[in-house]
């Protein structure tokens, strides 16, 4: 009988820091284990891409596939190490994340054969999977907010960002957009996600960091980011002053986040400015009569 209440419900109200002797559970291990079998399949297909030559296919299509497992991983065990109870409402929506690791694993291989074929990446697959592994999370984030009144604002933090994610991820995933425009629709997306645990570092932290520092922290890899595409580009096609332009626009942005967050500027203003810089690209690109960067992937 003692066994049968073991996984009853209990207050999500945060766990010590300071705790010892912290081990992963059985649970935790299972669900890593789970993500090996997403691993593995991109493993093969990137295989099969190498020995066919398609190394640019391998690569993105990796990067890609990879991508969501990983943050989708990172946010699990962020979450965990924070508000793990182990009860079984805990337990289910982590099977509902590993269902969605599942249904990653199956739209892989449709992301590198499209990719090869070098014409509309299809991702829907591959994003439903995502989408539903961002579900079981969000439950997750909206229960340690109404049970962990200490930290509610950066739960809450969480939960919006994601939410406005999977609305960019549902687009992704069903408007019949060209590579190189998917690829970087999907970085929106992405940034929009790392916007959500660096806004909750600044809720939790507030007196100690600067909301400038903050969106730096987004800023910096995201304009690095619009740098290099652009000299990639460059390199495959021919340096143009339309890839300038874009390059110079898209560095305002992030750097534009970051001046408002040091000014007085909200915080999730100045981290949407930031995230819509790879958007800049994107816009100067479909409007430039040259060759535009899904003709790259040909």
């Known amino acids: 009988m ?33 993500f090996v079998v997403g691993f593995s399949v991109a ?18 299509g990796y990067l890609l596939c990879t991508f969501a497992a990983t943050w989708a991983w990172i946010n699990f065990a962020w979450f965990t190490s924070a508000f793990d109870t182990d009860d079984w409402f805990f337990r289910l929506t982590v099977l509902v994340q590993m269902i969605g690791v599942a249904i990653i694993a199956i739209g892989i291989p449709a992301v590198f054969t499209s990719l090869e074929g070098h014409e509309h990446l299809d991702n829907r697959v591959l994003v439903i999977g995502y989408i539903v592994m961002r579900i079981g999370m969000v439950a997750q984030w909206l229960r340690a907010a109404a049970q962990s009144p200490a930290h509610r604002k950066a739960c809450l933090t969480y939960v919006v960002m994601t939410v406005v994610a999977q609305l960019g991820w549902i687009v992704v995933a069903f408007a019949d957009m060209a590579i190189w425009p998917a690829v970087i629709a999907m970085l929106v997306c992405a940034c929009v996600e790392f916007a959500g645990p660096l806004a909750a570092l600044y809720f939790e932290h507030e007196a100690h960091i600067g909301a400038g520092t903050v969106v730096a922290t987004l800023a910096v890899p995201v304009g690095l980011y619009c740098a290099l595409l652009g000299a990639f580009r460059g390199y495959l096609v021919r340096p143009e002053v339309t890839t300038l332009v874009s390059v110079v626009l898209a560095l305002a942005f992030a750097a534009g986040g970051v001046i408002l967050a040091a000014s007085g500027t909200s915080l999730v203003v100045s981290l ?8 800049v690209m994107v816009a100067i690109d479909a409007l430039s009569p040259s060759r535009g960067l899904d003709e790259v992937a040909g």
């Open 272 to 279: 949407v400015v930031t995230s819509l810089a790879p958007v």
């Open 2 to 34: 003692t066994a049968s209440l073991s996984h009853r419900l209990r207050p999500m109200t945060g766990r010590d820091p300071h705790e010892n002797g912290r081990v992963a559970t059985s649970l935790e291990l299972f669900y890593d284990l789970v």
């Open 43 to 60: 493993g093969i297909q990137v295989g099969h891409a190498l020995a066919e030559g398609h190394f640019q296919s391998a690569i993105i």
